[in-house]
């Protein structure tokens, strides 16, 4: 069910209208687990047992982690509760990727092997939930956290609608915790409801839904022009994040309609200037949980500066393939881990000591994150190699002029608003006088329904 589909419009109100009409804690968490099965099971229940499948075997796990004594037996517990999780991710997203791979390898080295294949379909969210269930079972394997014993509460946590399907990945010291509590819903959270909701709809129906027929009348094998090339990737730059940021937005208001705060999952990015700050500002869940997770168990920065390097390229080529099945997404982590370990190497790198070295660190920051875009927009080798070709030709079409207009005139509103919330606060716009805020709100509200006509249903991060 997408946040832009009639259905997720008629299961928000009916369930704050049941949610609210009661003020017993265990009532009320028992109604968020039913709406969130109904949200992830209507696109097709039978990935329901799946869904509940992962968060028993989470539950269970953690449960006896926290009851064993023993070291040994904790190690081997956590230890097979993350294999778990890691198989059933593989099978769902990489066995065939894995199969391919392997046969198109062995056919350039002259082999004939005739391997299964199969038809799989991804889950919906399958990335999200296995990094989440991880996260918890490792954090009461470390003491971070007790075992949870209400079933109820914690398969609520494992599937609370909002953020189910495309983060933020919420540790259970945040989302878990607030299943225990009372909750509210004020004036103040209907207020950032109201923006966060607005603002988010506003981010994927006008800018990344607008840019996405850019992008995907651009991107293809055939390209014949150069700075086709250029202005399709600055085009996917911002449709990726206003697309993933807007979902972001909507998750963080639909769940404040429930008195449940969610983590910022983006912290206006496209200001960094370097790449790790990049990296603290972009897709945050994700970020931090590749650092607590993978980049800090192998070692981080503590064991030289060749293992740390090393550290960095594993950790963000297994953030890249986590992205997909698929080398362009490799190559996107390989880039990244490359640069994050250059910059290591640059004096004051990470925060540039002047203002014409912060502007060099935003150009060679936004350099990087862009041509990035690029590997990961070109979803296959065909349409890789297809649109490499096209740098051979740098002819100014007239087309080219048309689509430089369409982007800019999206993304320069964004990025002012954005210094705005930046210098002012995320929501100083529900502090201004009533007779400024609701104008405005309603003024942008009307904007994305004039444009919802070409929405597009998904969003790009449902496939991971």
Known sequence: MSFVSVAFLGLVPATFLLYHATSRLALRNLIILAASYVFYGWWDWRFLPLLVGISIVNYAAAILIAASPHEHTRKLLVFSAVAVAIVVLAIFKYFSFFVDSFVTIAQHAGLKPNLPTLRIILPLGISFITFQGIAYVVDVYRGKHVAERDLVKFLAFKAFFPQLVAGPIERA????????????????????????????????????????????????????????????????????????????????????????????????????????????????????????????????????ETITNRNLMLTMTLGGLWHGASWTFVLWGLLHGTVLALWRKVPGGDEPPSTIARGAGWAVTM?????????????????????????????????????????????????????????????????CPAWMKYPLFAALAAVTIAASGHVNATFIYFQF
């Open 367 to 431: 350099l990087v994150v862009f041509v990035g875009w690029f590997l990961f927009r070109a979803a296959n080798w065909n349409l890789l190699v297809g649109m490499l070709s096209a740098l051979r030709n740098w002819e100014w079409a007239p087309v080219h002029s048309a689509v430089t207009l369409a982007v800019l005139s999206l993304t320069i509103p964004l990025m002012l608003l954005e210094w705005q919330l930046q210098s002012h606060g995320d929501y100083f716009l529900i502090r």
């Open 173 to 304: 010291s945040n989302l878990l915790d607030q299943f225990s509590k009372p909750r509210q819903f004020t004036a103040d959270h209907a207020d950032r409801a109201l923006w966060l909701l607005i603002y988010g709809y506003a981010m994927k129906v006008v800018v990344a839904d607008s840019l996405a027929m850019i992008v995907d009348t651009l991107f293809i094998p055939e390209q014949p022009f150069g700075w086709s090339v250029v202005l399709a990737t600055i085009a996917f730059g911002i449709q990726i994040y206003a697309d993933f940021n807007g979902y972001s937005l909507i998750a963080k208001g639909v769940a404040l309609l429930f008195g449940f705060e969610l983590t910022w999952n983006f912290r206006y990015p496209y200001w960094s200037v370097s790449i790790s700050e990049f990296w603290r500002r972009w897709h945050i869940s994700l970020s931090t949980w590749l650092r607590d997770y993978l980049y800090i168990p192998l070692g981080g920065n503590r064991r030289g």
